[in-house]
């Protein structure tokens, strides 16, 4: 078993995405081989990359205000204790729609998390 604080865990690296920061909370470093948690923050105005992958995401909201945006740009609120399931392939992005940090725990695959994209690429068509 590991406990770990947040506070503890340093920023990854989140590939020229000012207004996000990333912790790779629990993974391989770790000993976890096939599952991660990571925790996102986006600052106000902030949003992660609108992409799509071919492994799934399980998102908890943990703090602060924004949307989920779909395959059809459809917005859904999210607050606080909101759990959202993004499946394979599915496009979405996290939009940050208050004033404060809106800040959430996604979980991957290891393979997703290796894979470099798993919320840092450029939005398509943008
Ligand atoms: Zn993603």
Redesign the pocket.
Known sequence: MKIKRRDDVPLADTQGYAAVTKQVVLGPDDGSDEIVLRYFSVAAGGA?PY???DFP?LVKIEAGCGVAVDADKKESPLVAGDYVY?DSDEI??FKNTGDEPFDFICMVPLRGELSGI??ELPPEGE
């Open positions: 992660t992409h799509s992958h995401h993004v979405h992005n798993s919320c």
